[in-house]
């Protein structure tokens, strides 16, 4: 059984800071692949990041690379997003997720999902 839980989201001003964090409630998280996603109403989910079992693996969205870092804490079974320079346009529910295989950035690929948290960024 695997449970993801989201916290850090909020309302932050245009170039501002925030940081996600996903705790992982499962026996083999560093076994895991683990990815970040973002969907606002109408659309559909977004991939964001992921990084690999061993946290050196990391990819981005081209519309986040350079603003905003994934990285994971094995020992404490979590992984954030530490997201800088935040736009309006990043405004989104942010899910984590996470499976059992190689790294991918189709959703439909993820098999555990956490229950998302709100980062709205005003302008």
Known sequence: ?????????????????????????????????????RQVPGKEREFVAVIALSGGNTFYADSVKGR?????????????LQMNSLKPEDTAVYYCAARFGGRTTSPSSYNYWGQGTQVTVSS
């Open 1 to 37: 059984q695997v449970q993801l839980v989201e916290s850090g989201g909020g309302l932050v001003q245009a170039g501002g800071s925030l940081r996600l964090s996903c705790a992982v409630f499962a026996r083999t998280f560093s076994s895991a692949t683990m990815a970040w996603f």
């Open 68 to 80: 905003f870092t994934i990285s994971r804490d094995n020992a404490k079974n979590t992984v954030y």
